[in-house]
């Protein structure tokens, strides 16, 4: 007999009809001989509709006053599919998160959980009751009693928390799609279907507004090793089970708040190749990157970063025992890439003795000073950073390679974790290059100009961020270094959610005088597409596909950023939609049938 812990949302419970499938969706799951937990969400729209009474009554509600409204949604929820459950002979008892021993931390809107109280749930359990479980909310503690709400995808989150405090067999996540598709359906109706997907890709589709399971939920699959399926509640398809392989056995003391960081990893055979000046236009990183790929070159990061007047900086990695071929073959192309000549576009610079360092861990998701402490870490260390890439998952410098000892030495004490060396993923050879697309309309660009290049800049920077609860995406630092008033200085950009750009602009301008760096510029007309993958891993031609791709429909790449399983470009707002079509098609993820997403 298996313990399940089955979540159904929203969409799945919008109407009494909803509610009894369901509940005989349950019952049938009873009758094959497990025990089940269920976590639902609130009815349909019913979060919205409480959203829009209170912002009638308030133009800043308070936020204790809104867990106490918000929680209401699910309540009725939980009561209404025991009634259906009890109706069609299921014995069925219904509890509040509270009640189930959902203890979360005392943040109003936004509560991690810390840990779960599974006696009574166990109790009722071993009495063969179904327990139906509010998603979204928890309780700050007992003695508090202070109801809290997890914040968006709370009822995901809850029901894998639930999965890992119970050691359930699995955990099923029902929702209006057949399971997890290659891109967003309503945007590409030929999506199709995985069987399977890593959690790792998974955190960083989800990561990418990908909004079928929300990362909080696989990053506690992840940590915990819950095996965990995404099926639809229409259809009886096997949906798309999220794997993963337990390292290490994890305390379910502080479960969300667990260490944040996993492994502080290092690769000293690093070089770095710069291109700088290229002409900003669609097409270049195609022709250097396809050029790249048929020279068997195999590249680890790629950055393109801001433009200034007409021309960007690429720079990539390599590792050493290929730099001469990778060197070649850059400055071979580089002549096609100029617009005249003779001029100074498109130089070559070649940087060896460089090492790159890495933090990793599916804890610094929506932890915005996870990064900060990285950058903190090295500029206390006297590291300077030549050169950030990130990910969802990872944080990865470029430092100086006789700076690589001091700063594995100074991650591993900040991060109480144990070095080792970069190993990336062998994929096996039924891995696709790409498992999926993914789109961000949702972010912003901030651009700091001529930011001092010493250590502690960076700190400074994502530490003031990071002290307004502002998380940063993508991060890119110029290669151009410019001397003014005798200091060397770069430009850095980063995504930011559009939500938090103005507020972040704002705060970076107040101290731009005293830190020295100069103007913040902000863009909000951006969208971020990304290709996901562990198998491109020592493949370099998926990287010029992606950028053909988006070169043959003229659209042209602002920036560009990568780790070991994902590409992500940022492109004009209203080429983003064409810009992931023209990707999906590139890499023939699409299937034969189409989806329709249920209204």
């Known amino acids: 007999m298996a313990l399940i812990v089955q979540k159904y949302g929203g969409s799945s419970v919008g109407s009494v009809e909803r509610i009894q499938a369901v509940a005989q969706r349950v019952y049938q799951t009873v009758k094959a001989g497990n025990s089940v937990v269920v976590v639902v969400s609130a009815m349909g729209k019913t979060t919205d509709g409480l959203v829009k009474l209170a912002n009638g009554i308030s133009k800043n509600p308070n936020r204790r006053e809104m867990d106490m409204l918000l929680s209401t949604g699910e309540q009725v929820t939980i009561a209404l599919l025991s009634m259906a459950l009890q109706e069609i002979g299921q014995a069925a008892i219904s509890m509040t998160g509270a009640q189930v021993g959902i203890v979360t931390e005392a943040e109003h809107t936004r509560a991690r959980i810390l840990h779960i109280e599974t006696e009574r749930l166990m109790g009722q359990i071993n009495l063969g009751k179904v327990v139906v479980v509010a998603g979204f909310q928890g309780i700050s503690s007992i003695r508090e009693m202070e109801i809290t709400t997890l914040g968006r995808g709370g009822s995901d989150t809850s029901a894998v928390a639930l999965a890992a405090a119970l050691g359930a067999n699995f955990c099923e996540i029902y929702t209006d799609v057949p399971g997890i598709l290659t891109t967003d359906p309503r945007l590409v109706p030929e999506a199709q279907l995985m069987t399977e997907i890593t959690c790792d890709e998974m955190l960083e ?17 992840r940590n915990y090793g819950v095996p965990l399926v995404v099926r639809s509640s229409w259809t009886d398809q096997p949906g798309t089970w999220v794997t993963t392989s337990r390292t290490q056995e994890r305390s379910l003391v502080n479960l969300e708040l667990a260490r944040p960081v996993d492994a502080v990893e290092f690769d000293s055979d690093q070089a770095k190749i710069s291109l700088l000046r290229v002409p900003d236009k669609p097409g270049v990183a195609a022709r250097l990157f396809g050029e790249i790929s048929r020279q068997n070159v195999d590249v680890d990061l790629i950055i393109q970063s801001i433009h200034e007047g007409n021309t960007n900086d690429i720079a990539f990695t390599v590792n050493t025992p290929i730099l001469k071929r990778a060197e070649a073959v850059a400055a071979a192309i580089a002549p096609a890439l100029r617009n005249q000549p003779n001029s100074d576009e498109a130089e070559v610079l070649v940087e060896t003795n460089t090492a790159k360092v ?19 870490t090295l500029a206390e260390a006297k590291v300077n950073i030549q050169m950030i890439s990130t990910s969802e998952v990872k944080v990865s410098c470029l430092v100086d390679a006789t700076d690589c000892d001091r700063a594995i030495f100074a991650l591993c004490n900040a991060f109480e974790i144990t070095a080792s060396p970069n190993v990336p993923a062998s994929p096996t050879p039924e891995s696709p290059a790409v498992r999926g697309v993914a789109l961000d309309m949702n972010q912003a660009r901030l651009a700091i100009r001529q930011v001092p290049d010493k250590p502690g800049m960076a700190a400074k920077l994502f530490g003031l961020l990071a002290e307004y609860n502002i998380s940063v995406d993508m991060i890119i630092q110029s290669q151009r270094c410019r001397v003014v008033d005798g200091v060397a200085r770069r430009d850095i950009a980063f995504t930011v959610a559009r939500m938090d750009a103005e507020n972040a602009q704002q705060k970076l301008t107040e101290v731009a005088d005293q830190l020295g760096w100069g103007e913040v510029v902000l863009d909000q007309a951006i969208a971020k597409v990304s290709i996901v993958g562990s198998g491109m891993v020592g493949q370099p031609g998926i990287a010029a596909k992606m950028f053909t791709a988006l070169a043959e429909n003229q659209i042209n790449i602002q920036m560009i950023a990568t780790s070991e399983i994902k590409i992500s470009c940022v492109v004009g707002q209203d080429e983003g939609v064409k810009a992931l079509q023209v990707i999906h098609a590139a890499f023939d993820l699409a299937g034969s049938e189409k989806f329709v997403v249920p209204v």
């Open 358 to 376: 890495s933090i990793s861990g599916a804890g610094m998701i929506g932890r915005p000073g996870v990064a900060a402490k990285m950058f903190a």
């Open 205 to 221: 589709l989800a990561s990418l507004g990908a909004k079928v399971l929300h990362p909080r939920a696989v990053e506690i699959a």
